[in-house]
């Protein structure tokens, strides 16, 4: 078993940042990915910002430019750094890690951007 847990969240005003953590632990052998969705209320969870296996990066179009995806290797630990906050970021954000066959997620924290 893998747990995630997170930090970082909270009430931001519009143009402001917070910066997320997701430190891992457990039975941790070869993560193929881990990075950062997130979901508002009423609509579907979606990707934000991942590493994949072959360390690349992805961001999804609506951060690009605003959020940046780093890591610490040896704490086994994402991080987000969310710059530029809008109103529409306004979200549960979820760490998430996927270690073949099985995808883990952490609790999630809340991130709140008021305009």
């Known amino acids: 078993q893998v747990q995630l847990v997170e930090s970082g969240g909270g009430l931001v005003q519009a143009g402001g940042s917070l910066r997320l953590s997701c430190a891992a632990s457990g039975s941790i052998f070869s993560i193929n990915a881990m990075g950062w969705y997130r979901q508002a209320p009423g609509k579907q969870r979606e990707l934000v910002a991942t590493f994949t296996s072959l360390s690349s990066t992805y961001y999804a179009d609506s951060v690009k430019g605003r959020f940046t995806i780093s890591r610490d290797n040896a704490k086994n630990t994402v991080y987000l750094q969310m710059n530029s906050l809008k109103s529409e970021d306004t979200a549960v954000y979820y760490c998430?890690?996927?270690?073949?066959?099985?995808?883990?997620w952490g609790q999630g924290t809340q991130v709140t951007v008021s305009s």
């Open positions: 998430n890690l996927v270690q073949v066959p099985r995808t883990y």
